[in-house]
């Protein structure tokens, strides 16, 4: 049985809820040291994310901030996180008992677990509403 994608590829202006948008860049920040004053290099990093605030305060611009989480193909996520390469792990995932992580099926082959799509809730990112002004994919 073949199942529907339910990712649809748009380019559009308008960010709605659940929307996935490929290569972010994002600031990443040295921990602060008390009594440090020198002024310090900033790294940005390229990251998937998908947004996590709901389009109807996106669309009446209710929110200043559009909050989002950082995204993986599962077979990337594995390599970062090992434990996560065994299938009693993977089952866990599967069934949605490991908290602040969740699957979502893979935009291109939505039959194979394999390339299905991670979201990491344990990070999100906060952005003004001016920065995230480009075309989205959902």
Known sequence: MTTEPFW????????????????????????????????????????DLIILTQSCDLEN?????????????????????????????????RR???????LLASPTKPDENMEALLVDFREIYRFSRSQTHVGTGK
Do not use: W
């Open 8 to 47: 649809l590829q748009i380019n559009e202006s308008n960010l709605r809820q659940g929307d996935y948008l490929p290569r972010c860049l994002v600031p990443t920040f040295a921990p602060a040291i008390e009594g440090q004053t020198e002024v310090q290099d900033v790294r940005v990093d390229e990251f």
């Open 61 to 93: 611009k209710k929110v200043r901030l559009v909050a989002m989480s950082s995204i993986y193909p599962l077979s990337t996520f594995e390599k970062t996180n090992p434990a996560f390469a065994n299938k009693g792990k993977r089952n866990d995932l």
């Open 96 to 102: 949605g008992k490991i908290e602040g992580l969740h």
